[in-house]
């Protein structure tokens, strides 16, 4: 059958975007694999099914499938496509989202000009922090910082982020990370921004990485290297990352933007 998707990109990280509840897809891991082939098949980061919720508690879900075929956890800059993607294309009318995911109930806060979606906030819940992973030593790099935003990131602060390739390889499949690690390098800049790039597991380096973006900016708050609210630059654009200290939540607000639409066979 003629599946109908959408590509959609968050500050760079981009992904194909499916309807599943007007064209369910069976395979998604065979369908990711094939389907995100830059040079074979449509080219992206990975794979978004958009679905109605299981819960009562949410009112959309989502399932992510990286490049390689492997589910993630969660994915920022794709529930900001997603609250996008289901305000404009008319699936809702609300400006506040709850959508399910396999970490949880995120919601979406939708800032509207001219009925477009200018931006999104997403309260991405509490980071959690492991004592035994934290400030691990690793071969040829800089000591690191552990947090989770519902997804495992290690963030290295250090002068040389352009070591993501080689180094965020390797660390991805580091013997303290069973289920492999997102792999964050970051410099705090002279204007008080934080670049950052990123190497996400299971698609490699990648232009923007939203819970990267939130674990960067919670590993900078608890070594010191910046407050409780941050600039985020990464490869495809900025984020602003707020930890607030009033519920302990972190809130991330960044774009969404259309790519383009089109059908494959499936």
């Not at 969660?74 to 294309?89: P, V």
Request: proline share 4%; aromatic share 8%; net charge negative.
């Amino acid at each position: 059958m003629k599946v109908s998707f959408t590509k959609m990109h968050g500050a760079g990280n981009d992904y194909i975007y499916v309807n599943a509840m007007q064209f369910p897809i069976a395979d998604p891991v065979k369908a990711s694999i094939l389907w995100s082939d830059r040079h074979k098949g449509i080219g992206s980061d990975g794979l978004v099914l958009i679905d109605k919720s299981t819960v009562p508690e949410a009112d959309f879900s989502m399932r992510i499938f990286n490049a390689d075929g492997s589910e993630a956890m969660m994915c920022g800059n794709a529930s900001r496509c997603i609250g996008k993607y289901l305000y404009e294309r008319g699936l809702t009318d609300k400006t506040e989202i709850r959508l399910l995911t396999l970490s949880g109930v995120k919601i979406l806060n939708l800032h509207i000009k001219d009925n477009k979606v200018e931006s999104v906030t997403v309260d991405m819940l509490e980071p959690k922090l492991e004592d035994d992973t934290q400030f691990l030593p690793h071969h040829g790099v800089d000591k690191g910082t552990f947090v989770s935003m519902g997804n495992p990131h290690y963030v290295i602060f250090t002068d040389d982020v352009d070591q993501v390739g080689e180094a965020g390889r390797i660390l991805e499949h580091h013997p303290a990370f069973p289920q492999r690690c997102n792999i964050e390098f970051a410099r705090v800049e002279p204007d008080g921004s934080i670049r950052t790039r990123v190497w996400e597991r299971g698609s490699g380096i990648t232009l923007a990485c939203g819970t990267g973006a939130c674990a960067t900016a919670v590993a900078a708050a608890l070594t010191g290297k910046a407050g409780r609210k941050s600039q985020i630059v990464m490869d495809g654009g900025a984020l602003s990352i707020e930890w607030r200290e009033s519920d302990n939540h972190v809130y991330m607000t960044g774009p969404a933007e259309f790519v383009f639409d089109g059908e494959i066979l499936y």
